[in-house]
């Protein structure tokens, strides 16, 4: 006879308790073999440990499972999968307490780890020592604290916890991480309600150092004097990326925010506040950082031109109209228009991440949008047939009809400008 028992476990328990919409449910089968399983209709699809699709609503159910630690990194683990694994053995193995809990059919709560109590108190707490055996835990931490960072579900990591991050930095086991999942983590945090509380954690227990060195060296970086000196670069970038996520931005956007001011880390503390031809090292730095994680090329190309434009966009008013031209194509604006316009909310960003900026103008994003849209009114197919006689003059007669169009733009602006 069968002792097979099914329970929702993990994020969908944490939500519901936290009166938050629950998205997936994962759920737990304890007292069952693979052979069981699939003589119920489930489809196998796990291949390191037995997962299966339920065959009407295809969602996981994953065998309850012991897993041991082998090698390095979060890949070197055997598991262990039996009808004798209790659920007790299986909530172990997880993370935090907050998602070691199950519920049964019946809405019975079990919580052998005091889940309940730390939701509660809003902390995020590690289950058991297991914990240290899997470096993604790490960011999985940060992440779940970008998540719940605003009230009411404003959550810190327990000391305890950011303790053993440390010592599992130390160890080198956040070095074994491969890029692909790094990014991966990264990503969703960076879309979560405070991507600055990801990072405050990872800087905390040592990870950023690590993973982000060239973002860590912000810390302690003054900005320039007509900015807020008063806060350092990497405070600064902390409130750049989280404007970004207020006003829901897309990935792409809150990355290129998060690494625009890569290359004050690298000026020379003799010159500071100054940061002369920083947004170049930018750039550059932004290209080893896409390199090393891998990054997709929407958010590399991205992070890439904001990091060696956002000051030109800030600059905007001052440039002339060849200037304009010129920057406009450097950008792709013409055949990327709405990329250029993402480069644009990272540059406001720039600007309204700053304390009590949040409310200002930025003009400058208006402005280039209508030189731009001056610009691509003009008709190049016109203007080669004016020159059909002279085809290498066709190039420069188009960016001079552009040139004049961009003019009539900066006529029409106010003298305040």
């Given at each position: 006879?069968?002792?097979?028992?099914?329970?929702?476990?993990?994020?969908?328990?944490?939500?519901?308790?936290?009166?938050?919409?629950?998205?997936?449910?994962?759920?737990?089968?304890?007292?069952?073999?693979?052979?069981?399983?699939?003589?119920?209709?489930?489809?196998?699809?796990?291949?390191?440990?037995?997962?299966?699709?339920?065959?009407?609503?295809?969602?996981?159910?994953?065998?309850?499972?012991?897993?041991?630690?082998?090698?390095?990194?979060?890949?070197?683990?055997?598991?262990?999968?039996?009808?004798?694994?209790?659920?007790?053995?299986?909530?172990?193995?997880?993370?935090?307490?907050?998602?070691?809990?199950?519920?049964?059919?019946?809405?019975?709560?079990?919580?052998?780890?005091?889940?309940?109590?730390?939701?509660?108190?809003?902390?995020?707490?590690?289950?058991?020592?297991?914990?240290?055996?899997?470096?993604?835990?790490?960011?999985?931490?940060?992440?779940?604290?970008?998540?719940?960072?605003?009230?009411?579900?404003?959550?810190?990591?327990?000391?305890?916890t950011n303790a053993l991050m440390q010592e599992m930095v130390a160890a080198g086991e956040v070095d074994a991480l491969v890029p692909e999942r790094v990014w991966q983590e990264l990503a969703r945090g960076l879309m979560e309600v405070?991507?600055?509380?990801?990072?405050?954690?990872?800087?905390?227990?040592?990870?950023?150092?690590?993973?982000?060195?060239?973002?860590?060296?912000?810390?302690?970086?003054?900005?320039?004097?007509?900015?807020?000196?008063?806060?350092?670069?990497?405070?600064?970038?902390?409130?750049?990326?989280?404007?970004?996520?207020?006003?829901?931005?897309?990935?792409?956007?809150?990355?290129?925010?998060?690494?625009?001011?890569?290359?004050?880390?690298?000026?020379?503390?003799?010159?500071?506040?100054?940061?002369?031809?920083?947004?170049?090292?930018?750039?550059?730095?932004?290209?080893?950082?896409?390199?090393?994680?891998?990054?997709?090329?929407?958010?590399?190309?991205?992070?890439?031109?904001?990091?060696?434009?956002?000051?030109?966009?800030?600059?905007?008013?001052?440039?002339?109209?060849?200037?304009?031209?010129?920057?406009?194509?450097?950008?792709?604006?013409?055949?990327?228009?709405?990329?250029?316009?993402?480069?644009?909310?990272?540059?406001?960003?720039?600007?309204?991440?700053?304390?009590?900026?949040?409310?200002?103008?930025?003009?400058?994003?208006?402005?280039?949008?209508?030189?731009?849209?001056?610009?691509?009114?003009?008709?190049?197919?016109?203007?080669?047939?004016?020159?059909?006689?002279?085809?290498?003059?066709?190039?420069?007669?188009?960016?001079?009809?552009?040139?004049?169009?961009?003019?009539?733009?900066?006529?029409?602006?106010?003298?305040?400008?």
């Open positions: 006879m069968s002792t097979k028992q099914i329970y929702i476990v993990g994020g969908a328990v944490r939500d519901s308790l936290l009166g938050l919409p629950v998205q997936d449910r994962d759920y737990v089968v304890v007292g069952s073999t693979p052979e069981e399983m699939i003589r119920d209709g489930f489809q196998a699809v796990g291949k390191d440990f037995p997962v299966f699709l339920h065959p009407k609503t295809h969602e996981e159910y994953a065998l309850a499972r012991t897993e041991r630690k082998t090698a390095a990194g979060y890949k070197g683990f055997v598991f262990h999968t039996d009808a004798d694994v209790t659920l007790e053995q299986d909530l172990i193995r997880r993370d935090l307490t907050v998602n070691a809990m199950a519920q049964d059919s019946n809405g019975q709560i079990t919580d052998p780890f005091g889940g309940q109590q730390d939701l509660q108190r809003r902390v995020l707490r590690h289950v058991s020592a297991a914990f240290a055996e899997d470096p993604v835990r790490i960011l999985r931490v940060a992440r779940f604290a970008a998540r719940f960072a605003l009230p009411p579900h404003d959550f810190t990591v327990a000391e305890e405070k991507p600055s509380r990801m990072f405050e954690v990872l800087r905390a227990c040592g990870a950023l150092k690590r993973l982000l060195p060239e973002l860590d060296a912000l810390w302690g970086v003054p900005q320039p004097e007509k900015h807020h000196p008063e806060i350092d670069t990497g405070v600064h970038v902390m409130l750049v990326v989280d404007y970004a996520a207020q006003q829901g931005y897309s990935l792409p956007v809150r990355f290129a925010a998060l690494l625009h001011d890569l290359g004050k880390g690298t000026t020379p503390p003799e010159l500071w506040p100054k940061h002369h031809g920083h947004e170049e090292r930018s750039a550059k730095l932004v290209d080893i950082v896409c390199q090393r994680l891998k990054v997709p090329s929407d958010c590399r190309d991205l992070a890439y031109m904001t990091a060696r434009d956002h000051g030109n966009v800030g600059r905007a008013f001052d440039m002339r109209a060849s200037t304009i031209v010129d920057f406009l194509t450097r950008n792709d604006a013409f055949r990327k228009p709405l990329r250029f316009s993402d480069m644009l909310r990272a540059a406001e960003c720039d600007c309204f991440g700053r304390a009590g900026l949040a409310n200002t103008e930025f003009p400058q994003t208006a402005f280039l949008e209508q030189a731009l849209n001056a610009a691509q009114q003009v008709n190049g197919g016109e203007i080669a047939q004016l020159c059909k006689d002279q085809p290498k003059r066709i190039p420069e007669a188009i960016r001079e009809a552009r040139i004049a169009a961009v003019q009539q733009i900066k006529k029409q602006m106010p003298l305040s400008h």
